[in-house]
Each structure stands twice: as structure tokens, then as C-alpha cells.
T-cell receptor, first 112, second 117 residues
Framework: GENVEQHPSTLSVQEGDSAVIKCTYS??????FPWYKQELGKGPQLIID?????GEKKDQRIAVTLNKTAKHFSLHITETQPEDSAVYFC???????????FGAGTRLTVKP | ETGVTQTPRHLVMGMTNKKSLKCEQH?????MYWYKQSAKKPLELMFV???????ENNSVPSRFSPECPNSSHLFLHLHTLQPEDSALYLC????????????????FGSGTRLTVV
């Protein structure tokens, strides 16, 4: 089955700096890659996703890149703000939602 | 609010108790999921329901029993749990589809923090 690894497990940046979180996956058939943000006391919330026919996707300060050959994908947050502090999860899936597999999460802290 | 509501938010139960967790969504989604979230571990998929039919049971012990009476409601019945079952239990829903273009992300509830004593 699919195995998703996520790095780093913790990340601390200064406000205004960029943050990058990386994930690798094992199954070359995976073709859908969402990212979730989990704030304290809440469930994970989908913030951006990318499909295998696209190499990069942006939404304001966040962007995701996908390298299918290397089987890795990354989340980029620019101009970080304290409210970006949360745990971020990557995930990978094939043709249906039954096989969605999540990374272990990255705790991002943005220092003011 | 995300559109997926879980109750209760917190639950403390003894190992001999029987309790149930409830999840409700009115987003028009046709797939619902139970996940277990433990500290420093990836989210663990427990059960999947598509159009009210269970399509995945990820080797979950029988002390956890899911029920999906309709596509908007999902329950997790708990019986004779162990302390290691203490965790955050998350419910999620999504549109179910085949093929990458029909895949969508999940909408999660806020979870039930379960403590087994």
C-alpha cells in the first residue's frame, strides 16, 4: 500500500519568512495530493490540493509543487504570519478516497 | 464550523462502559470516514462508508463498531475499550468519485477527544 513520509516534523520560522514542508510517496499510481492545516482544538482543514496532471498550483501565499518522477511534493508558504502556526498534513491517494494516506504531520511555529 | 459536526467534543469512559460517537454532515457528500488521531502518529483510517455501505474496515478491533443509517449520519459505537484507545477520533466526509479528476479532499469535523480510564 501507499506510504507517505513527511519532513520536517517541526519547523520554526520568523514572521515574514518562507516555510517549506516536503512529502514523499511510494506508490507511483497515486494521483491526488491534498494538504491539510490543523489548528489547536480543530480538525484538519483542506487548504490546497494538486492532481498528477499539474506540476504546480498557487493560492495567494501558499503553493504546492509536484515531482512525479521523484515521487515527492512540497508545500510552500510565503510571507508567513503567526496565524499560519498549526500542524500541516500531506496526503496521497489513487483513484478513490478509500485509499487516502496521510503523512505524520509538521508542526509549524511562526514567531512574531 | 466546517459543515461536519461531531458530538460529544470530549468523552471520558471506563473500560467497561458503552458509549457512542456521533457525526453529522449536510454537505451533500456521499462518503463518510472515521479516523483515529494519536500523538506523533499519522492519521489512521478506521472505517469508510460510501453511499451508506461500508467499503473499508482497516483491521479495526471489534470493540469499535460503526453504523451509518443514512448518508448524513455516522456513528462509532464503543464497548470495552482499552486505555491505548484514548485518542482524538475524527469524522470526515467527501464526494466519492473515480479517477483523479473526481477526487476531492475531505471535510473534517473537530473531533471527539476520548479518554479511557
Amino acid at each position: 500500500g501507499e506510504n507517505v513520509e513527511q519532513h520536517p516534523s517541526t519547523l520554526s520560522v520568523q514572521e515574514g519568512d518562507s516555510a517549506v514542508i516536503k512529502c514523499t510517496y511510494s506508490d507511483s499510481a497515486s494521483n491526488y495530493f491534498p494538504w491539510y492545516k490543523q489548528e489547536l482544538g480543530k480538525g484538519p482543514q483542506l487548504i490546497i490540493d494538486i492532481r498528477s496532471n499539474v506540476g504546480e498550483k498557487k493560492d495567494q501565499r501558499i503553493a504546492v509543487t509536484l515531482n512525479k518522477t521523484a515521487k515527492h511534493f512540497s508545500l510552500h508558504i510565503t510571507e508567513t504570519q503567526p496565524e499560519d502556526s498549526a500542524v500541516y498534513f500531506c496526503a496521497a491517494s489513487q483513484n478513490n478516497n478509500n485509499d487516502m494516506r496521510f503523512g505524520a504531520g509538521t508542526r509549524l511555529t511562526v514567531k512574531p | 464550523e466546517t459543515g461536519v459536526t461531531q458530538t460529544p467534543r470530549h468523552l471520558v469512559m471506563g473500560m467497561t462502559n458503552k458509549k457512542s460517537l456521533k457525526c453529522e454532515q449536510h454537505l451533500g457528500h456521499n462518503a463518510m470516514y472515521w479516523y483515529k488521531q494519536s500523538a506523533k502518529k499519522p492519521l489512521e483510517l478506521m472505517f469508510v462508508y460510501n453511499f451508506k455501505e461500508q467499503t473499508e474496515n482497516n483491521s479495526v478491533p471489534s470493540r469499535f463498531s460503526p453504523e451509518c443509517p443514512n448518508s448524513s449520519h455516522l456513528f462509532l459505537h464503543l464497548h470495552t475499550l482499552q486505555p491505548e484507545d484514548s485518542a482524538l477520533y475524527l469524522c470526515a466526509s467527501s464526494k466519492e468519485g473515480q479517477g483523479a479528476s473526481n477526487l476531492y479532499g475531505y471535510t473534517f469535523g473537530s473531533g471527539t477527544r476520548l479518554t479511557v480510564v
